[in-house]
């Protein structure tokens, strides 16, 4: 008959049994894991004193385990465990306290992410607010509150602001994006839309080379058409004027020179005016457009490169005259009147051909250093009534007017 065992209380031995489980699964060779035990070194604290952390190392994974913290297991503070030792050779059983450990693996750099996003979350706002929400004042609260609320007014706003500008690219596309942003710089600064000045010229022909808007090879293209415009008769005119043709070019193409050199160069250049008055008031620029108004294959690929943009639809490429190119096209209009009115230009009739403001025309003449002047003309709707025009021209040196002089002053309330 087998003899029978006792149990005993170790008394103040105070070595705890450890009992660790482990959350992924079941130890097979549990004699193959390397174990060991570390308490804290605060033997004086009675919170420190009793922590513990067990560690497992196997070949594949380690784990960890702790009877503090939020991953620590709950039932230690609720019971109390013993587990019994037997000496086999005495029979008798010796009874320890016992604490359970929750063994879980341990994967390489997830703690140190998981530190620095706890880290980066709590914020010495959040810390404050949670002091607050805690122990702060009815006041305290209730600002808390409100700066909270107006945070998610905020967030709101700025989700249907992002939805609004989704939409809008949605429906207009990235064109229309292109065209803000180039109205915007259009209307901040002209000078980037102006032909080129030679501001050490002599003269006031050369202050905007004539070469630099046409060059040899371009007015040389030009020499047909030229020669259909000079050819023009008082009928075929008004028949152009019946259609809508350009006012400024009509003007010069009524009293054109007598002499062979000055007729063929001022017809040249009034058809080259006229289309680019034109294609200031299209939208979308193609070569079909370009081709049926009879325009030279280097006079397309002029236009086409200086005064249009280029943008993908669908996978195809477009070239739009956006609003900076209208008001390139518009510095470049008033440069070649220019040279065809012995320097000066009708700011009132260019303006009308070209479709924009007679402001816009006027900040465009005083970028160009124009002196500019009024004159009376007899209107084209009623016959017998004056209507006053505005003209530009171009006299050495050139001027320069000041933004600020020119804003009109506030009238003082009375």
Same mark, same amino acid.
């Given at each position: ?24 699964g079941h130890v097979k060779k549990a004699e193959q894991l ?110 808390l509150s409100s700066r909270r609320l107006n945070e998610v ?9 992002? *939805? ?100 063929? *160069? ?90 924009i403001s007679d402001i816009k025309m006027l900040e465009l ?44 002053? *506030?009238?003082?309330?009375?």
């Amino acid at each position: 008959m087998a003899s029978t065992c006792s149990w005993k209380p170790c008394g103040d031995t105070r070595q705890d049994a450890l009992i660790v489980k482990f959350s992924n699964g079941h130890v097979k060779k549990a004699e193959q894991l390397k174990i060991g035990a570390f308490k804290h070194t605060d033997e004086v604290n009675p919170r420190k004193k009793n922590r513990r952390i067990v560690v497992a190392e196997s070949d594949r994974l380690s784990y960890v385990g702790n009877n503090f913290g939020s991953a620590s297991l709950q039932c230690n503070n609720m019971c109390r465990y013993f587990v019994g030792v037997l000496d086999k050779k005495t029979m008798k059983m010796k009874v320890h306290n016992a604490q359970l450990f929750n063994m879980q693996p341990v994967i390489p750099g997830e703690a140190e992410a998981a530190n620095e996003n706890t880290t980066q979350a709590e914020t010495y706002r959040d810390k404050v607010d949670a002091l607050i929400e805690a122990f702060g004042t009815t006041k305290q609260k209730r600002a808390l509150s409100s700066r909270r609320l107006n945070e998610v007014g905020n967030d709101t706003l700025q989700k249907a602001v992002a *939805r609004a500008a989704n939409n809008i690219i949605d429906q207009k596309g990235v064109e229309a994006l292109h065209n803000a942003v180039a109205e915007t710089e259009a209307q901040t600064d002209t000078s980037k839309f102006l032909p080129f000045c030679n501001t050490e010229a002599d003269k006031p022909e050369d202050v905007y080379p004539f070469d630099e808007l046409l060059s040899p090879v371009e007015y040389e293209a030009l020499k047909d058409i030229g020669v259909k415009m000079a050819e023009l008769t008082p009928e075929n005119l008004q028949k152009m004027r019946d259609e809508g043709s350009p006012q400024t070019v009509l003007k010069h193409l009524e009293f054109l020179p007598k002499e062979a050199a000055a007729r063929e *160069r001022l017809s040249r250049c009034a058809w080259y005016l006229s289309f680019l008055i034109k294609v200031s008031l299209q939208k979308r620029l193609s070569r079909k457009f370009c081709v049926e108004n009879g325009c030279p294959r280097i006079i397309i690929n002029k236009v086409l490169k200086n005064f249009t943009v280029e943008s993908f639809h669908d996978g195809n490429l477009r070239s739009t005259v956006s609003t900076s190119m209208r008001m390139k096209l518009a510095s470049h209009c008033l440069a070649l009147l220019l040279h065809m009115g012995d320097q000066t230009a009708n700011l009132t009739l260019l303006h009308r051909d070209l479709g924009i403001s007679d402001i816009k025309m006027l900040e465009l003449a005083k970028a160009m250093g124009l002196t500019l002047s009024r004159t009376s003309a007899c209107s084209t709707e009623e016959v017998g009534t004056q209507d006053e025009h505005r003209m530009a021209s171009l006299v050495l040196p050139l001027v320069c007017y000041d933004r600020h002089n020119e804003r009109r002053k *506030r009238k003082r309330m009375k």
